[in-house]
């Protein structure tokens, strides 16, 4: 049995379906709780349409003059938080139209004139979307500055780079914080590619097919700031790869800052002791006194996962659905504001986190020699003398293997050692030996040298000021 919504309903709709709603209903098709967040897009949409309604002469001039005054009250009641939201009108759009013909009268009744909640909603999400994603790129160029600005205090620091996270070669530390950069840059500029397909004016669309009242899309396109007009009613109002784009822009972000994060969880261990978080980004064990835990690094490192999963959540929504408006989309916004919330919360941390902390350069020097970080610049040293690399690459693994049995490092070994292994090397071989002379010999563009370092370090300054 159906249980009573008793709650006054005041729908749009009350002329073609005369009960109450059942409760369990009410609560189900209502949107409220999540898309009053929508209530500044809804309004500036509003104010456009119905000056677009006047200039097509749909609207008097002295409608249109009350219809934005009631909007501009409503507007100051949402922003003042005194306007009640009752699940009964489902949603932001319905809370504005009613309180608006409240204020105003039937006039108000006329707003909706040529224009559907199926059109209006897309129009709202995309007005949101679109500065959610002005948001999320001046936030991910926080962030590039940080760790530019690590770079440029601690970036001649000569440190391991792990393959496997096994020691594998030499680098300094500016190096590996431009690394960042790049993954961070990629991700500003995929934001800027969704903004484009999310910077186009649905509305106009109607329902799903237009209307055959005058509007002037162009008018109100330009008018919000749009690129362009959608092209097609049926597509326009039930698109949602838009969302779809900006989830995935904040996933792939959110798996960077993850990455990122499990560096530093790892080097900023007793074990390792290469980085120092400041305090402020940490926290302790309410039984374990001695406690510095990284917890803002693991919970940035488990965003990514919600993120991650409102993707996936949304994509999946979106797979069977039939043209065109389809209710399932509802759900669309408890997803995308999610996953942007997620990827929001974290990078406003991580700028705080990069910003304070410091390598911790005596503690990495100590150990910089053990785990043959120079083996490879010992094979290329011979090859470069006229052996090929496979055989050169063999004599240093001999080397190696002879130095760990004496725990020594390569430098450790002397000429008379190293010239019974391969004839070729000759006494200057101490300059190619040792983490710090290594490091400054790489030559490749891109490599993770001083000379390179200064090349990349010249190029980020410029690019983010
Ligand atoms: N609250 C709905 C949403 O967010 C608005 C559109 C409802 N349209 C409809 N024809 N029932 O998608």
């Known amino acids: 049995m159906a249980k009573k919504n008793t709650a006054t309903s005041g729908k749009s709709w009350q002329g073609r379906l005369t009960a109450d709603l059942d409760a369990a209903t009410a609560k189900l098709v209502a949107s409220i709780d999540v898309d009053h967040v929508l209530w500044k897009y809804d309004i500036a949409g509003s104010l456009v349409h119905a000056r677009m309604l006047q200039r097509q002469g749909v609207l008097t001039q002295r409608e249109l003059a009350s219809i934005r005054k009631g909007l501009l009250a409503v507007a100051g009641e949402l922003e003042a938080g005194t306007l009640a939201l009752p699940i009964e009108l489902e949603d932001i759009h319905m809370v504005i139209e009613k309180a608006l013909i409240e204020r105003v009268g039937s006039v108000g009744g006329k707003l909706h004139t040529g224009r559907s909640r199926n059109d209006q909603v897309a129009l709202d999400l995309r007005l949101w979307a679109r500065d959610a ?41 500016g190096a590996a914080l431009l690394a960042y950069v790049e993954m961070l840059q990629r991700d500003v500029d995929r934001l800027a590619d969704a903004r484009k397909r999310i910077n186009v004016c649905p509305l106009g669309s109607g329902a799903v097919a237009g209307t055959s009242l005058p509007l002037d899309r162009q008018f109100v396109a330009a008018e919000l700031g749009f690129d362009d007009v959608t092209r097609n009613s049926i597509d326009a109002t039930s698109d949602r790869d838009f969302l779809a784009e900006l989830c995935f822009a904040c996933s792939l972000l959110g798996v960077h800052l993850s990455r990122w994060a499990e560096d530093w969880i790892i080097y900023s261990t007793t074990e390792f002791g290469a980085v120092v978080l400041h305090d402020a980004y940490c926290t302790s064990s309410s039984m374990m006194p001695q406690k510095k835990n990284a917890d803002t690094l693991e919970l940035i490192r488990g965003k990514s996962a919600t993120a991650i999963a409102q993707l996936t959540g949304l994509l999946t929504l979106l797979k069977g659905l039939p043209l065109a408006y389809n209710r399932d989309l509802q759900d669309d916004k408890r997803l995308t504001f999610a996953c942007v919330d997620a990827v929001e919360q974290a990078l406003g941390v991580a700028c705080g986190i990069v910003s304070t902390a410091r390598f911790n350069e005596p503690r990495i020097a100590a150990t910089l020699e053990g785990g043959f970080l120079d083996a490879t610049s010992l094979a290329e040293y011979i090859t470069a003398r006229g052996l090929p690399f496979r055989q050169a690459h063999h004599v240093v693994g001999r080397l190696v293997a002879q130095a760990e049995k004496q725990g020594k490092t390569l430098a450790e070994l002397d000429l008379p050692t190293l010239r019974a292994a391969c004839e070729q090397i000759g006494s200057d071989v101490y300059d190619y030996l040792g983490a710090a002379n290594v490091v400054g010999r790489y030559r490749t563009e891109g490599a993770a040298g001083p000379e390179q370092l200064k090349r990349q370090m010249a190029f980020w300054e410029k690019k983010l000021g």
Do not use: K, N, S, W
Request: net charge positive; aromatic share 4%; with cysteine.
């Open 133 to 173: 994603v002005d948001r999320l790129a001046g936030l991910v160029g926080d962030l590039q500055r940080a760790f530019l600005g690590l770079a440029r205090c601690q970036g001649e620091v000569v440190m391991p780079a792990y393959t496997h996270l096994q020691r594998a070669q030499p680098i300094l530390a």
